[in-house]
């Protein structure tokens, strides 16, 4: 299985500054299959990027994606308010299990 | 309008088994791009991805709850079906089916169902 770990477990960041969230993989992942997912509290998971680099429909161009093999980052180049959440990486390659990171908090300084 | 609504029970006894069903819209489960997957998120904690089926009827599963969970779809209605036997209270979660597309070499759960919460108790 691939473990996915992702790093801070929390950020703490006043609005307009820029995010980068890292998720590193156990294993090499391919790039196709890995993607960046947005939560706050009491709704689903929304898709920003897939493909390691590519944004989902309309996802602001503040969202970007970067990375390859085991090492990849989302970056938020200027926090709006509504940016605060989870943000999880998920890999879904050729090998099963598909798995989560555990998921990175974006909170307001 | 691409929508998915995930529908069962809120409330199942230990060893129970739960049936859960994705009932979507706005595309076909007969689509050679499309298929369905279950993810699940015990409150306060991580995404876990369960299982997927796509138009050709090929399903895989988690290695941990495989010998549980079955994967269906009944494509004249729409529906993606999901059952996960013995029930224990640390299968008390939020229950998501999302949809996936093929998009070149690319796959992508692009739409999501709002969720919804199964808690197992005695």
């Known amino acids: 299985e691939i473990v996915l770990t992702q790093s801070p477990d929390t950020l703490s960041l006043s609005p307009g500054e820029r995010a980068t969230l890292s998720c590193r993989a156990s294993q090499s992942v391919s790039s196709s299959y890995l993607a960046w997912y947005q939560q706050k509290p009491g709704q689903a998971p929304r898709l920003l990027i897939y493909g390691a680099s590519s944004r989902a429909t309309g996802i602001p161009d503040r969202f970007s994606g970067s990375g390859s093999g085991t090492d990849f980052t989302l970056t938020i180049s200027r926090l709006e308010p509504e940016d605060f959440a989870v943000y999880y990486c998920q890999q879904y390659g050729s090998s099963l299990p598909w798995t989560f990171g555990q998921g990175t908090k974006v909170e307001i300084k | 309008q691409v929508t998915l609504k995930e529908s069962g029970p809120v409330l199942v006894k230990p060893t129970e088994t739960l049936t859960l069903t994705c009932t979507v819209s706005?595309?076909?489960?007969?689509?050679?791009?499309?298929?369905v997957s279950w993810i699940r998120q015990p409150p306060g904690k991580a995404l876990e991805w369960l299982a997927h089926i796509f138009s050709n009827d090929e399903k895989s599963y988690s290695t941990s709850l495989k010998s549980r969970l079955t994967i269906s779809k009944d494509t004249s209605k729409s529906q993606v079906v999901l059952t996960l036997t013995n029930m224990d209270p640390v299968d008390t979660a939020t229950y998501y089916c999302?949809?996936?597309?093929?998009?070149?070499?690319?796959?992508?759960?692009?739409?999501w169902g709002q969720g919804t919460l199964v808690t197992v108790s005695s």
């Open positions: 706005g595309f076909s489960l007969s689509n050679a791009r499309m298929g």
């Open positions: 999302a949809r996936l597309r093929r998009d070149g070499y690319n796959l992508l759960f692009d739409y």
